[in-house]
């Protein structure tokens, strides 16, 4: 009797044993919760505004991705004991939400995790952008506040100043193209001529909106002389102020020591009778 006892026990020890191995304990994950970001200026006058679309958050744990997550987030983080959460600011290439990439302009916001399984930490991540020094950057900002770097180029007619509160985005100011059946078509260009790195990250940066669609080419001068006009991108109507970031890089790797001029322009369509663009925030920022 007793020796079937000791058995029965075994096997119970055993089928326990078992149980475990097949349905391992699962460790519980610490969550941080992102619902908003925001985007801060060291230096005003150089960083110019701080409107922004970040879309997701890449998020890394001790320098080890996690993953990309598309705002607002809550993500699980494995871990335990005392760590750091690095945070990499993600926006939509070229205003395609298919090509999801880390702005290279913006700093790393970290912040101190002390784990604790089943539980939601909330933080809002801060980016800046980057100081000109370290590494080296460089801007160039049109806001429209003080000047115009926009001339006309081609067209009926070209982008204007304008401060009516309607038009304007931030500030006083902002560009404006009006179209109508007289004005078909209109068309302006970067006064300024840029030259960069080939080899280093280079963004436009623009806040818009439209109520047609319109273009963005460039005007490339090549270092013996020869020049072309390329198109960059197509961008579709928006009845909202709207942010894209358009990535040059490309284009200046193809294209080496040459010098290029940026052009907007818009077509009204057929069947409307007016239409219009506005522009404010034109920023070229790259490596140096």
């Given at each position: 009797m007793k020796s079937i006892i000791s058995r029965l026990i075994l096997l119970l020890i055993?089928?326990?044993?078992?149980?475990?191995?097949?349905?391992?304990?699962?460790?519980v994950p610490t969550y941080i919760k992102f619902d908003s970001v925001k985007v801060e200026s060291v230096v005003p006058a150089i960083h110019g505004s701080v409107s922004h679309k970040?879309?997701?958050?890449?998020?890394?744990?001790?320098?080890?991705?996690?993953?990309?997550?598309?705002?607002?987030?809550?993500?699980p983080i494995l871990a335990s004991g005392h760590g750091q959460v690095q945070l990499v600011a993600g926006i939509w290439q070229d205003g395609l939400s298919g090509i999801r990439t880390r702005y290279p302009f913006y700093t790393v916001d970290t912040v101190?995790?002390?784990?604790?399984?089943?539980?939601?930490?909330?933080?809002?991540?801060?980016?800046?952008?980057?100081?000109?020094?370290?590494?080296?950057?460089?801007?160039?900002?049109?806001?429209?506040?003080?000047?115009?770097s926009l001339i006309p180029r081609y067209g009926d007619t070209s982008f204007v100043k304008t401060s009516n509160p309607a038009d304007v985005f931030e500030g006083s100011w902002s560009s404006k193209l009006t179209l109508s059946d007289t004005d078909r078509y209109g068309e302006s260009s970067t006064l300024q001529s840029f030259a960069f790195p080939p080899t280093?990250?280079?963004f436009l940066e623009f806040n818009y909106k439209s109520d047609v669609p319109f273009q963005l080419d460039v005007y490339v001068t090549t270092l013996s002389g020869n020049t072309s006009t390329i198109s960059l991108t197509g961008i579709n109507p928006s009845n909202k102020w709207n942010k894209l970031y358009f990535n040059f890089g490309g284009f200046v790797a193809t294209y080496q020591n040459a010098s290029f001029r940026f052009i907007f322009h818009a077509n009204l369509p057929a069947n409307k009778t007016e239409g219009s663009v506005w522009l404010d925030n034109f920023k070229i920022i790259h490596f140096n």
């Amino acid at each position: 009797m007793k020796s079937i006892i000791s058995r029965l026990i075994l096997l119970l020890i055993i089928g326990i044993s078992s149980c475990n191995i097949i349905n391992p304990k699962e460790d519980v994950p610490t969550y941080i919760k992102f619902d908003s970001v925001k985007v801060e200026s060291v230096v005003p006058a150089i960083h110019g505004s701080v409107s922004h679309k970040i879309t997701d958050v890449w998020v890394y744990y001790n320098r080890q991705l996690l993953g990309a997550y598309e705002l607002p987030a809550s993500v699980p983080i494995l871990a335990s004991g005392h760590g750091q959460v690095q945070l990499v600011a993600g926006i939509w290439q070229d205003g395609l939400s298919g090509i999801r990439t880390r702005y290279p302009f913006y700093t790393v916001d970290t912040v101190d995790l002390d784990a604790s399984p089943g539980n939601t930490f909330h933080y809002s991540p801060t980016f800046r952008y980057r100081t000109t020094d370290t590494p080296a950057v460089s801007y160039f900002i049109e806001d429209f506040e003080q000047g115009n770097s926009l001339i006309p180029r081609y067209g009926d007619t070209s982008f204007v100043k304008t401060s009516n509160p309607a038009d304007v985005f931030e500030g006083s100011w902002s560009s404006k193209l009006t179209l109508s059946d007289t004005d078909r078509y209109g068309e302006s260009s970067t006064l300024q001529s840029f030259a960069f790195p080939p080899t280093r990250p280079c963004f436009l940066e623009f806040n818009y909106k439209s109520d047609v669609p319109f273009q963005l080419d460039v005007y490339v001068t090549t270092l013996s002389g020869n020049t072309s006009t390329i198109s960059l991108t197509g961008i579709n109507p928006s009845n909202k102020w709207n942010k894209l970031y358009f990535n040059f890089g490309g284009f200046v790797a193809t294209y080496q020591n040459a010098s290029f001029r940026f052009i907007f322009h818009a077509n009204l369509p057929a069947n409307k009778t007016e239409g219009s663009v506005w522009l404010d925030n034109f920023k070229i920022i790259h490596f140096n």
